[in-house]
């Protein structure tokens, strides 16, 4: 498909305007800023006004405008008041994706930090560290939608008489037992999903958690040792309470991206089989369906339920800094 000009071009011609006015408010705040010493608030909030002013046209503008249409039809026309939230906690559907993401925001979290907590724990002394982080941090060199078509394919369902090529059918088949739909039966197919999430995030928490884990004094662990503690002893009452604040990151920044789950949902079952969320069904919604009311529902739900999480995490930070 070859590209319009003439039909992009009143596309192109926003495009434009918008590049433009972005350039004179740079150029005005240079000018103000050349032409005589400014105080240090002003002069700040004049360095900031470009990315302010990004931020309201991308970020907050839309941010009303989905609030907005929250409380309308599903052309976007008409008020129903709260009609939509109505829907999103009666509706059966719309139920199993709050109950599906629950699940996933409770365990996707909890199985990342362990994983990563066990995986750091059992390499931050060996001479192949180096190594043995950089394996564990390839599936994060994938996207998730590389990710999902992976483990879509190890979970590949073949009647028993055929030849498998998924490798849990495969491997379920050698032990002389029966291949079976993982990603069909319900409710055990979201944890199969959470699994993929588990895979592709374990690094990220793996690698965070070696480095708080040796930059623990190694004094403390020395005088426990000496006091007859054993090592798990060191590693429970006294490594873990130490790298606390970088659990608490690991933990924070997972259950932020548990919630925006979609596409190893989208890419292995497309909600199917009682498996969606609350972003898919909101894509769902929104287009597929058509509902725009709905869809802005679910994402002002979606936006709500985040807030406390990235308020709290900035928080944490802020107290730890």
């Known amino acids: 498909m ?4 003439v039909a992009q071009q009143p596309k192109l011609l926003h495009l434009l305007q918008g590049v433009v006015a972005f350039a004179a408010v740079v150029c005005l705040i240079l000018l103000a800023l050349h032409r005589g010493p400014a105080r240090r608030r002003g002069a700040a909030f004049l360095l900031l006004a470009p990315a302010l002013l990004l931020l309201t046209v991308g970020l907050v503008l839309p941010g009303l405008r989905t609030l907005l249409l929250s ?26 994706a ?4 629950l699940a996933w925001v409770v365990l996707v979290p909890l199985l ?17 560290r180096a190594l043995a982080l950089s ?13 999902g078509l992976v483990w879509k394919f190890v979970y590949a369902y073949r009647p028993a008489e055929a030849d498998q090529i998924g490798l849990l059918n495969q491997l379920v088949v050698t032990f002389g037992g029966t291949p079976r739909q993982w990603l069909v039966e319900s409710p055990w197919n979201v944890l199969f999903l959470v699994v993929a999430m588990v895979w592709t995030q374990a690094g990220f928490a ?16 020395e005088a426990a040792r000496l006091d007859g503690a054993s090592p798990r002893q060191i590693f429970w009452r006294i490594t873990v309470p130490l790298i606390r604040p970088t659990l608490l990151v690991v933990v924070l920044a997972e259950v932020i991206g548990t ?12 909600g199917q089989f009682d498996t969606g969320v609350i972003a ?19 994402a002002v739900l979606l936006f709500a339920l985040v807030t406390p999480v990235v308020a709290y995490r900035i928080r944490a930070q802020r107290s730890a800094g």
């Open 2 to 5: 070859s590209f319009d000009a």
């Open 71 to 96: 409380f309308m039809d599903r052309e976007g026309d008409a008020r129903v008041g709260l009609d939509n939230y109505v829907w999103l906690f009666t509706d059966p559907e719309a139920l199993i």
């Open 98 to 101: 709050l109950r599906n993401t």
């Open 112 to 128: 990342v930090t362990a994983v990563g907590l066990v995986y750091a724990a059992a390499v931050v002394r060996s001479r192949f």
């Open 135 to 147: 394996l564990v941090l390839l599936p994060m060199a994938i996207s998730f939608v590389g990710a």
């Open 206 to 221: 793996a690698v965070l958690l070696t480095g708080a884990i040796g930059a623990v004094p190694g004094e403390i662990t």
């Open 259 to 270: 919630f925006k789950a979609f596409d190893i949902v989208r890419t292995m079952t497309a």
């Open 280 to 298: 898919h069904e909101m894509y769902d919604q929104a287009f597929r369906y058509g509902e725009t009311g709905r869809g802005a529902a679910l």
